[in-house]
């Protein structure tokens, strides 16, 4: 089955500075990818949708020049959480597709981000 | 906007006894409709994809079912096991050009031995 990563799986870092998650299709391109966050206890949150090349579209309320994202290949989206503050602190799951409406898509590990 | 909800948010049965989880959607134009598992601290394992043309689909002790004109969707495990202690999330393909999936919260579900 298709595999997607995450780098890292979790990270910790200081109030006001910068973290970049990495998602790959590891043996597939990946047309779209999706960003999710979750809080404990809590359902997966849509923040974005990435497309190859093109600019994300953002969620409603999903701050765009906080969490700026990247989608530079078929197989590698980055999400990056500019200046980040303790309400950060998340699990980010990303997903991706081969295609758009319709087609499965293939989920991530998570990265765990906790700002100290 | 498509809404996904799911009942109960928490269940626990003894081991061997089969689980009955429901999840129901407010909008059945859908592509899909998936039912994933998330363990603890985890990302999503797929469990099931069911096509909007299909009524069910199954893979060994699980059964999905799919009644788009109702919007609703249940998952059925047989005979239970400890092993199957998880969350387990269901989510509908909405029918927007990028294929975005609209999550249910979830129904956390413990077997005990």
């Known amino acids: 089955g298709a595999v997607v990563s995450q780098h890292p799986s979790w990270v910790i870092c200081k109030s006001g500075t910068s973290v970049k998650i990495e998602c790959r299709s590891l043996?597939?391109?990946?047309?779209?990818m999706f960003w999710y966050r979750q809080f404990p206890k809590q359902s997966l949150m849509l923040m974005a949708t990435s497309n190859e090349g093109s600019k994300a579209t953002y969620e409603q309320g999903v701050e765009k020049d906080k969490f700026l994202i990247n989608h530079a290949s078929l197989t590698l989206s980055t999400l990056t959480v500019t200046s980040a503050h303790p309400e950060d602190s998340s699990f980010y799951i990303c997903s991706a597709g081969e295609g758009g409406g319709g087609y499965e898509q293939y989920f991530g590990p998570g990265t765990r981000l906790t700002v100290t | 906007k498509q809404e996904v909800t799911q009942i109960p948010a928490a269940l626990s049965v003894p081991e061997g006894e089969n689980l009955v989880l429901n999840c129901s959607f407010t909008?059945?134009?859908?592509?899909?409709l998936q039912w994933f598992r998330q363990d603890p601290g985890k990302g999503l394992t797929s469990l099931l994809l069911?096509?909007?043309?299909?009524r069910e689909q199954t893979s060994g002790r699980l059964n999905a079912s799919l009644d788009k004109s109702s919007g609703r969707s249940t998952l059925y495990i047989a005979a239970s096991q400890p092993g199957d202690s998880a969350t387990y999330l269901c989510?509908?393909?909405?029918?927007?050009?990028?294929?975005?999936?609209?999550f249910g919260a979830g129904t956390q579900v413990v077997v005990t031995p």
């Open positions: 069911i096509q909007s043309s299909q």
């Open positions: 989510a509908a393909h909405t029918t927007d050009s990028w294929g975005k999936l609209q």
């Open positions: 043996d597939f391109q990946a047309t779209t």
């Open positions: 909008d059945s134009a859908i592509y899909n």
